[in-house]
Nanobody, 124 residues
C-alpha cells in the first residue's frame, strides 16, 4: 500500500505558475509509474501527464503541451508537476496516482492508488 498526498495548489492569475507536489508514504515511489490527472467541475477526470517506473514521460499534449512538466525525486519520494503559462481552463482538482505497471497508461482505471487532490484555480 502507498498513501499519496498532494500539495501546492492555490489561486493564481492567468499566465502564472504553480508547482504541485505529491508525497508518498508506505512504499517507495521509485517502484511505481506515476501520473497526474485533473477534474474540473462537471467533467470527467482527465489524464495530464505520466512518468514511467523505468523512465519516460507522456503528456496530454492537447491540453498541456509545452506548459507542464512532470518529474520525480525518488530520494524525496515525491512527484512534481510544474505548471507554467496557466490558463483559466486549467482550473481543476489535480490528483496524483500510482500503479505498479510500466507502460503508457492514460486511463483512471490503470492506476491503483490515488491522492485526495489539490485545488488549482486560475483567474482570468
Amino acid at each position: 500500500q502507498v498513501q499519496l498526498v498532494e500539495s501546492g495548489g492555490g489561486l493564481v492569475q492567468a499566465g502564472g505558475s504553480l508547482r504541485l507536489s505529491c508525497t508518498a508514504s508506505g512504499r517507495t515511489l521509485s517502484t511505481y509509474t506515476l501520473a497526474w490527472f485533473r477534474q474540473a467541475p462537471g467533467k470527467e477526470r482527465e489524464f495530464v501527464a505520466q512518468i514511467r517506473r523505468l523512465g519516460g514521460w507522456t503528456y496530454n499534449t492537447d491540453s498541456v503541451k509545452g506548459r507542464f512538466t512532470i518529474s520525480r525525486d525518488n530520494a524525496k519520494n515525491t512527484l512534481y508537476l510544474q505548471m507554467n503559462s496557466l490558463k483559466p481552463e486549467d482550473t481543476a482538482v489535480y490528483y496524483c496516482a500510482a500503479t505498479g505497471r510500466d507502460d503508457v497508461l492514460r486511463l483512471t482505471s490503470d492506476y491503483y492508488y490515488w491522492g485526495q487532490g489539490t485545488q488549482v484555480t486560475v483567474s482570468s
